[in-house]
């Protein structure tokens, strides 16, 4: 809700139409001066805390009620037409405009009452004291209606309807011949004058000037009107007083015989300080107006379903040549599907709660179909006495090519130093075990010819085998990860038992394992599951993950392997009691030269592409891959497969693996693992 300040009530104390401000139980806390004049009142402290329904009783539509409650559950009401009854009137015709607002500190209603019939409601009495006290023929007196209003009248008596007349707000001058014979208050100070004797016997035309059309018309309407009940419109004139300064009211004219002489009468309302304000914010408006059509920033104003303000940014960023071309489509068709809902998020939040929405970023349609990136606020303002949304639409389009340049700058960088790290690993790689068979080399060469049994040729063997081990699984994690790098990763799927398939690759795991002072434990929740899957990439998978959780593991360490069938999905679970691994590298691992440990203070070996081979071939089976862990307390890879069935048979499906052959491939994938 907007809170009425100091500079508002100076604002509305000018106003020619009345403003009155009600809180709970329909109290009057404000009414500016005009509204305190319509009541008959001299002052606020007459009305202030006072229900508002001990003055005015609305009428007309049953719907809306004219309570606090009602209109504050409402929030805002837009010109509704009814009628009202005051002590002194009854069916004043107005139109109403509420607001929901915050008035010394609480919450309140703003009514602004438009009363454009006061000024004919005035005249018809002068019209009616005239017409009682010179008994003349004038014709607006005629019907059945206006003789009943004139008894009525004639009960008041002449001294209490000319007091009437006197003090009422308004001006009246009576004018026969050019010559003024009678004026009210009001009357004498619109003439620039204070007295009655300043202005009675003087020529009307002497003590103001119209201007020239203005006078004329005045006047000749009045003659014409003489005889007729019909009353001129009321107009908006400037006029010069004697002294010379300028006033603008708001006036109308009357004319009634007397045997044959000729009475005119004027009714006017001062409204210049009215104009004033109105000109000065015409004068802000054209030069809001030009301060926003210079923003890099497109504005516009929308109000009863329509745009009925745009500066050139705005047109820009849409694509569009003027507000009818935006127009001919309802404004929500401007923004992309994909932000639809943010944009009627911000419209309620301005429309219907009429508070103030952040900016967000939106997707906007251009006219030619292509889609923008911009950020949009919005806020509500009252604009042609209408609720409307001023929104403001920022083309943020290059900073966001900066910041997606930016970001793959970093992931550029990122990936450069990822390599570097990686042939820096690679390097040493292939150079420990190159190193380690050169050595063996070296010595069999330097004990050449000499007794056999001083040389351990069995010991020497064997860890050069180990070694070509080592130099051959690198050589082959790096044809497959150029193969992924291309797009092209062979995959040979067949349905297997996976349970039979993971329990084999475990249990021959298990005399290495425990020649490594650690334990192994298979365990299942199924005995059987056949589903479609590549058998021997998911074994290297499978000695992938237990090759890591021997590498990690603590002496004495333990190793589970357990598999379930969770409906849609088969889970495979390989848990270690190792040194776990932090938080912040659960995701990293599995991305290509990554490691939990850096190459010059790692206590294992490794390339650090093992677990990226291991998520590219889960993905190619449609699943998943994960961990769960914690430093120092161990550490938990989880594969989902899905449940499905593969549409081939493998060709492989018939191949049996030998021991031998598993022990092979033990070999070469727990080959970076020395004892």
């Known amino acids: 809700m907007i809170s009425i300040t100091n500079v508002d009530v100076e604002f509305y104390d000018i106003l020619s139409d009345p403003v009155i401000i009600i809180g709970e139980n329909n109290k009057i806390l404000y009414s500016n001066e005009r509204a305190i004049r319509f009541l008959r009142l001299s002052t606020l402290m007459e009305i202030k805390d006072l229900p508002l329904d001990n003055f005015v009783q609305f009428m007309g539509d049953e719907e809306i009620k004219f309570d606090y409650e009602f209109l504050n559950q409402r929030?805002?009401?837009?010109?509704?037409?009814?009628?009202?009854?005051?002590?002194?009137?009854?069916?004043?015709?107005?139109?109403?405009?509420?607001?929901?607002?915050?008035?010394?500190?609480?919450?309140?209603?703003?009514?602004?009452?438009?009363?454009?019939?006061?000024?004919?409601?005035?005249?018809?009495?002068?019209?009616d004291y005239f017409a009682d006290i010179t008994s003349s023929g004038y014709k607006g007196l005629e019907t059945a209606e206006d003789n009943v209003h004139v008894k009525g009248l004639n009960e008041l008596g002449e001294g209490t309807l000319k007091t009437i007349i006197t003090h009422t707000p308004n001006s009246v001058v009576l004018v026969k011949k050019g010559i003024i014979l009678f004026a009210n208050k009001a009357g004498i100070e619109l003439l620039g004058k204070t007295n009655e004797e300043d202005v009675v016997g003087q020529e009307f035309v002497d003590l103001v000037k119209f201007d020239l059309d203005a006078k004329e018309n005045v006047i000749c309407d009045a003659k014409k009107l003489m005889v007729s009940d019909t009353m001129l419109p009321v107009v908006e004139r400037k006029l010069t007083r004697k002294d010379g300064s300028q006033i603008y009211v708001e006036l109308t004219a009357m004319c009634f015989k007397e045997g044959d002489e000729i009475y005119t009468v004027f009714i006017g309302k001062n409204i210049t300080k009215k104009?004033?304000?109105?000109?000065?914010?015409?004068?802000?408006?054209?030069?809001?107006?030009?301060?926003?059509?210079?923003?890099?920033?497109?504005?516009?104003?929308?109000?009863?379903?329509?745009?009925?303000?745009?500066?050139?940014?705005?047109?820009?960023?849409?694509?569009?040549?003027?507000?009818?071309?935006?127009?001919?489509?309802?404004?929500?068709?401007?923004?992309?599907?994909?932000?639809?809902?943010?944009?009627?998020?911000?419209?309620?939040?301005?429309?219907?709660?009429?508070?103030?929405?952040?900016?967000?970023?939106?997707?906007?349609?251009?006219?030619?179909?292509?889609k923008i990136q911009v950020e949009m606020g919005a806020v509500p303002i009252f604009f042609d006495n209408k609720m409307s949304i001023i929104f403001v639409i920022h083309d943020i389009t290059e900073r966001k090519k900066?910041?997606?340049?930016?970001?793959?700058?970093?992931?550029?960088?990122?990936?450069?130093?990822?390599?570097?790290?990686?042939?820096?690993?690679?390097?040493?790689?292939?150079?420990?075990?190159?190193?380690?068979?050169?050595?063996?080399v070296q010595v069999l060469e330097f004990n050449e010819g000499k007794e056999a049994e001083h040389i351990d040729k069995k010991k020497y063997v064997k860890i050069m085998k180990q070694n070509c081990y080592r130099l051959l699984r690198l050589i082959n994690n790096l044809i497959d990860i150029t193969r992924i790098d291309v797009g092209y990763q062979k995959m040979d799927f067949g349905n297997y038992d996976i349970v039979k398939v993971i329990e084999d690759i475990t249990l021959s795991t298990v005399e290495y394992i425990e020649n490594k002072g650690m334990s192994i434990v298979f365990d299942t929740d199924i005995e059987e599951k056949i589903i479609g899957i590549d058998r021997e990439n998911m074994e290297r998978v499978m000695l992938n993950l237990l090759s890591n959780a021997v590498k990690f593991s603590k002496e004495n360490g333990k190793i589970y392997v357990k598999l379930s069938d969770l409906g849609d999905k088969v889970k495979i679970s390989v848990k270690d009691n190792g040194i776990g691994i932090p938080k912040k590298m659960h995701k990293k691992i599995f991305e290509r030269f990554v490691q939990n440990e850096s190459l010059f203070t790692r206590s294992h070996e490794g390339s650090g592409i093992g677990l990226s081979l291991v998520k590219s071939i889960v993905q190619a089976h449609g699943g998943e891959v994960y961990v769960r862990s914690k430093e120092n307390r161990g550490s938990e890879f989880i594969v989902e497969l899905p449940n499905v069935l593969s549409k081939k048979e493998s060709i492989a499906e018939k191949r049996k693996t030998g021991n031998a052959g598993n022990v092979q491939r033990i070999e070469l994938e727990f080959s970076d693992i020395y004892n």
């Open 75 to 127: 929030k805002i009401l837009n010109r509704i037409k009814t009628k009202i009854s005051t002590s002194f009137q009854e069916n004043i015709k107005v139109e109403i405009v509420g607001k929901g607002v915050v008035f010394d500190g609480v919450e309140a209603m703003l009514l602004l009452l438009k009363l454009d019939d006061l000024l004919h409601e005035e005249q018809k009495l002068v019209n």
């Open 275 to 370: 104009v004033v304000v109105e000109q000065s914010l015409q004068r802000s408006q054209a030069s809001y107006s030009k301060i926003l059509q210079f923003m890099p920033f497109g504005v516009g104003i929308y109000n009863e379903d329509k745009v009925t303000f745009a500066n050139d940014a705005l047109f820009k960023i849409l694509g569009i040549q003027s507000l009818n071309e935006f127009n001919k489509k309802k404004i929500m068709e401007f923004v992309h599907k994909d932000s639809l809902k943010d944009a009627y998020e911000m419209y309620n939040t301005v429309y219907q709660n009429i508070q103030q929405s952040e900016f967000k970023e939106v997707i906007l349609k251009r006219k030619n179909g292509t």
């Open 402 to 440: 900066a910041e997606k340049d930016k970001f793959k700058l970093d992931q550029a960088l990122k990936y450069d130093k990822l390599k570097t790290e990686f042939i820096s690993n690679v390097s040493h790689e292939l150079k420990t075990p190159l190193n380690i068979i050169l050595s063996i």
